[in-house]
């Protein structure tokens, strides 16, 4: 009698075991395997990945616009070989995407030496708003699926050339 207790006890607890088993392993999987996946299923998830992306270099093509247009205000803020101290602020959002376009196009942090190297605040300012009207332009050819060496070196540029700048204000 005992041994029969013990003996459906342990197939309860067995079958418990089991069931809260399989039932964490269902709850931890996040989608089906593919050959339970249908077709529209994998064409929506498709779609929303390619319009993730597209929205991704939209946001990418719009950060090279606002890096052109505050080079172009450090330019016309320059007064002589002085920059506002409300210079810092321009500098530190263009550096910041250009570092963010530079990443998203398939960049690394190399940094690579001014080819031409500004003397002036002035020569600076001025090359800095050539780079990033290049950079901009470049972000405007490529799309989401191009990974461009000028726009990385571009991007580049435009940093050194921040850091550059940024001595000006000190």
């Known amino acids: 009698m005992i041994s029969r207790t013990l003996s459906f006890m342990l197939s309860a607890l067995v079958a418990v075991v089991l ?3 399989l039932s964490a392993a269902q709850s931890t999987t996040e989608k089906p395997p593919p ?3 249908s077709e529209p299923w994998l064409d929506t998830l498709k779609k929303m990945q390619i319009k993730r992306e ?7 093509v719009k950060a090279a616009a606002e890096v052109k247009e505050n080079a172009e205000a450090l330019l016309k803020d320059a007064n002589g070989s002085k ?3 409300a210079a810092e ?5 263009i ?5 963010k376009i530079r990443s998203e196009s398939g960049g690394g942090e190399g940094d690579q030496e001014l080819d031409p ?3 002036s605040l002035a020569e600076a300012l001025k090359q800095l708003c050539e780079a990033s009207s290049r950079l901009q332009a ?3 050819k490529t799309s989401r699926h191009i990974v461009s060496a000028t726009v990385v070196s571009t991007a580049t540029e435009v940093i050194q050339l921040v850091k550059l700048i940024r001595g000006y204000l000190n």
């Open 19 to 21: 069931m809260v088993s």
């Open 83 to 85: 920059l506002p101290r």
């Open 138 to 140: 470049g972000m405007e």
């Open 117 to 119: 190297m500004p003397a």
């Open 89 to 93: 602020k321009k500098l530190k959002e």
């Open 35 to 37: 050959e339970e996946q």
């Open 54 to 60: 597209e929205e991704e270099h939209k946001k990418l």
């Open 95 to 99: 550096e910041k995407s250009a570092k």
